[in-house]
């Protein structure tokens, strides 16, 4: 059987469908206290089931194994099993609380088990055994009892039928108005013929609702769930509904159903009072309001906040909220703000490692599909790697911990072929090193100088807050010993040693990922991974120790262009930007060394070929992905460079090629990271992207405190709002008319053609003022609006409607003025719609400044 590996855990099993699959973490480090193993794995655990939810509900249970013997009894050793029961997740559920509360489960039941007088005694934990069941709670069946805290609402009528046609008995519910409105009899039979439940099936699972609907023209249905929570100090749990299944547009016969699972069936009940039932999750609130039946938002009859209030609220309200998803939106609390907090990022990262991987091209003719022919497979053939510390790392430091400061270059061949299964385990053994050279911890030695400018400093290195006798902090380099700066405390605790060595390879995601990611789970350690899609990661770690990865980083994602490119930008009269390469290679070199060098990927095809003993002929270097030739200078170049090292194979050629590559990457890194720290004192070893270093470079570089929406009607407004992304061309010719033209016909209308162009359209947008706080409702008025402009210290956002006039659509025929963004279910996309027909445009929003 093929073993999957999965971040902590091994896939062990599947049912043939994979609605049932098993995963199993073995205790191999062998950890003796429960607490520790559990949350050890908590991590990952809550990654798998975050993942394998987005495919659908899932329910997921625990099964802790353990080893237990009596004291001094030999051959007593007996195993045990904590269990959970199976526990429903959906896509809006809090994964890390329902871990956390199965975890007090499983140690709740192990406790009861030694205190209950058993004479057993731990020997060993064995594992934890994670079941995952594809879940479709919406097969409503038999009757089940309503929570007491839902039943208390009175919100609800609970057929209590005996059979699987629950749904059916809920619908019938509306109609029953003899008591009690619970029991099933003729109350309920005699509105049997007012519905056609033909082609419904019984148990009736969410998506046969759209048949009843169809069979039923003037009727539509909406479906919510019921969530458990738990809030402490309360000792009994919560309840909070949420939509599941909501249509677009109610008609007349409309019906809110509440579908509620236990351990083994799923049971419909027709909710008789929808705002009673969730007021109280909603709004604290005692007048009556209505509320959004896709998102839950709250409306009141009396005027809120200078918007319109009661039914005409919700009215307007759908028509925004309706193209959305129902959800149970999550908003930040009132007064919440986004402010840069990563001061760690300030402290240059003290190692990271540079790497790349060369493979051969083996010829196949493969066919995949009508369509497609593989004439290609990349192997990987060798890696490269350089280890590079910072400055202020000691050599010692790096020799005691066995730290390589030369490259390492590491080749294949077919009798040993694994050479990306070879590359994880170099990484790992030196990341092991690092991590040991990173709990160095020696204490401050501070000079008469640092301590006058210590006593000196009135403000944090950092973050630049006011510091005092109390909070001012003597920040320290914890591998020498050496005073830094001085700090407040809260900057100080933040400056922790890394917990990973970034790994960096250009162009990672779309080629060298797909080499490593095949050979991370070769050992039982964690893997953790942040996907792009199916096939691509943004990034990947691979855990060595309990709290210590090695973490791959895409140079790509902050460089976006060719390496040839980036180490020619690097060039100068002196090369003295290539301090690398200079390390590794002789004055004399550095010509040959400093520029991308030159290597025929297709020729390489086998093991073989790299046992040739000259540079193969010009025609050899051809490629079959741009369909072209080398040119004679990159051939004479590569001539060049076999000949001055003295290359006695295409292996040896292969060698070099790569350790260039490999050096030039990390002087084109390591000139990124020191601009980078000199402008924003921020070190892009610690992210992933550019956009995620620039914004945050934007928040410590302003100091901007961004006020967050915690209204989501405001968030609805303004998305409502976007516009762009228009391009077209409605009239497809034009000939212009006047004294300047050739056929010139003084009796018609003078036209002319004129070409516009814009340029920068992106970094204009992106240089504009922008709203950064102080949201609120206002009464609607145009007063002052004149006076605005684009630097005006208040902004506006003005959702109003627009007429549209007869004579405007013929004159603007070629573009109109104002459109409209629909959403495409089936492209699942957004686009810029020209409504040619359309008189009137409603909610369209326009921003008439900003603030900066």
Known sequence: MDMVKTPGFTEISSSANRKIVWYYAKNINNVQNYPDFLHSLEPELNQILKTRVQQGAIKFNLKLEATYNRANVPKSSENRAFKTTATEIFMHTDIDSIVEQAFVKLLAEEDAYVYRGSGFTLEA??????????????????????????????????????????????????????????????????????????????????SDISKFEKYNPNVTVNVYGLDKKFQPPRKYPTYEVYPLRVSDEEKANHFDLLSVTDDENSHYIYIANFSRLIRSQKTHHESQAIFCKRCFTSFHKQNLKHKLSGQAALEHHRLICGPHKPILPKMPEDGTVL?????????????????????????????????????????????????????????????????????????????????????????????????????????????????????????????????????????????????????????????????????????????DAHFIVTELGYDSHRIKVIPNSEEKFVTFSKYISNNFTFRFVDTFRFMATRLSTLAANLITPNLEKFRITAKHFSNNDLPLVTRKGVYPYDFTDDWAKLEQTTLPAKEDFYSTLTEEYIKETEYQFAEDVWSHFNCQTLGEYSDLYLKIDVLLLADVFENFRDLCLSTYNLDPAYYFTAPAFSFDAMLKYTSIKLDLLSDYEMLLMIENGIRGGLTQASMRYAKPNNERTPDYNPADPKSWLVYQDCNNLYGWAMSQFMPYGGF???????????????????????????????????????CHFYHKIVYHQAQKCRNSWLRLNQKKIMLFIIATSNKS
């Open 776 to 814: 609120k409702w206002v009464k609607p008025s145009l007063n002052g609006l004149a006076d605005l402009n684009a630097t005006s210290p208040i902004g506006r956002f003005y959702e109003v409607d627009i007429t549209y006039p007869n004579n405007f659509t013929i004159n603007t025929t070629a």
């Open 339 to 511: 402010e840069f907090n990563a001061w760690q990022n300030a402290q240059r990262h003290p190692i990271v490692i540079y790497a790349d991987f060369e493979a051969l091209l083996v010829k196949t003719d493969e066919e995949k599909g009508d369509n497609t022919t593989i004439i290609q497979k990349h192997r990987p053939m060798s890696y490269g790697l350089i280890v590079k510390a910072s400055e202020d790392v000691p050599t010692e430091l790096l020799s005691e911990h066995n730290i390589p400061t030369e490259p390492v270059i590491y080749r294949g061949s077919e009798s040993q072929p694994d050479v990306a299964r070879h590359f994880i385990e170099t990484v790992t053994d030196i990341s092991l090193n690092i991590e040991k050279l990173l709990k160095t911890n020696i204490p401050i030695n501070m000079f008469a100088d640092d301590i006058q400018v210590h006593e000196a400093a009135t403000h944090c290195n950092l973050c630049k807050c006011d510091v005092n006798n109390y909070t001012r902090i003597r920040d320290h380099d914890h591998l020498t010993g050496k005073f830094r700066q001085t700090l407040c405390s809260r900057c100080n605790l933040s400056l922790k040693q890394p917990k990973y060595v970034p790994v960096f390879i250009h162009n990672l995601t779309n080629y």
């Open 125 to 206: 934990i064995d594992g934890l055994l994670l079941g995952i069941y594809n879940y479709t709670p919406m097969a409503g069946s038999s009757y089940i009892e309503l929570p007491a805290y839902i039943d208390r609402k009175r919100a609800t009528i609970n057929p209590q039928n005996n059979d699987q046609q629950c749904f059916k008995w809920a619908i019938l519910a509306k109609h029953v108005t003899e008591q009690p409105k619970y029991r099933i009899g003729e109350n309920y039979r005699q509105h049997e013929g007012k519905y056609n439940f033909d082609g419904i099936s019984f148990p009736t699972p969410l």
